[in-house]
């Protein structure tokens, strides 16, 4: 087990440019979460997977913003036309949630978008 | 709504010392209760959690936190700072969504530094 994993670490773009982000939960776990966070915040809820469906996204989540988890694996999370505004830290958590089990989410390192 | 409030932005103790960092959340009913730690360019590692019983739960790295219902509160100590404690803390409250799944809501983070 190796723990939740982004890629890349770092992004640098240009605004009007589209970008994807990568997440591969700890294996088994049946959901997934993406959060950002901006300097000197603590991360905000953007959207959640159980399995491959996608179950609540946050206001935050504009329609530039789309996330996917096919197979019930992986998950992308893909920002078209980027702002400057989308500079931020991008979080991935999993967790693995089953009756009578609390829900501990194990995050990631973490993206770092830059739009230039 | 939910929120988590942790008033204390930066603090800074000396090496040695004993250290408490506030969190106060608002929350209709007792809520699953977690404290992250995130060090510069990281992702959040989990501390400690609460979701029942005994309401002084001991985490990693020598930190405990105490529940305390009357006053909505779920504090952070530690009895002795090491330099390496230097990060940003996050207190952090399961909230359960519309459609009853839950998200992680984020205080905004405590500072520490260490002095040695």
């Known amino acids: 087990d190796t723990g939740v994993s982004q890629n890349p670490r770092h992004k640098i773009t240009k605004r009007g440019q589209n970008v994807t982000f990568r997440c591969d939960p700890i294996s088994e776990h049946n959901r997934l979460y993406w959060y950002r966070q901006t300097l000197g915040q603590g991360p905000e809820f953007l959207t959640y997977f159980q399995n491959e469906a996608q179950l609540e996204k946050s206001r935050l989540l504009s329609d530039r913003f789309s996330a996917e988890r096919p197979k019930g694996s992986f998950s992308t999370l893909e920002i078209q036309r980027t702002e400057q505004g989308d500079s931020a830290m991008y979080l991935c958590?999993?967790?693995?949630?089953?009756?009578?089990?609390?829900?501990?989410?194990?995050f990631g390192a973490g993206t770092r978008l830059s739009v230039l | 709504a939910q929120s988590v409030t942790q008033p204390d932005i930066h603090i800074t103790v000396s090496e040695g010392a004993s250290l408490e960092l506030r969190c106060n959340y608002s929350y209709g009913a007792t809520p699953y209760l977690f404290w992250y730690v995130q060090s510069p360019g990281q992702g959040l590692q989990l501390l400690l959690k609460?979701?029942?019983?005994?309401?002084l739960v001991q985490g990693i790295k020598g930190f405990e936190a105490e529940f305390k219902r009357s006053q909505s509160s779920f504090n952070l100590r530690k009895p002795s700072v090491h330099w390496s404690d230097a990060a940003e803390y996050f207190c952090a409250v399961i909230v359960f969504m519309d459609t009853g799944r839950r998200a992680l809501t984020f205080g905004s983070g405590t500072r520490l530094q260490v002095q040695p």
């Open positions: 958590a999993s967790s693995l949630v089953s009756a009578g089990a609390g829900d501990i989410q194990y």
């Open positions: 609460y979701f029942s019983g005994d309401t």
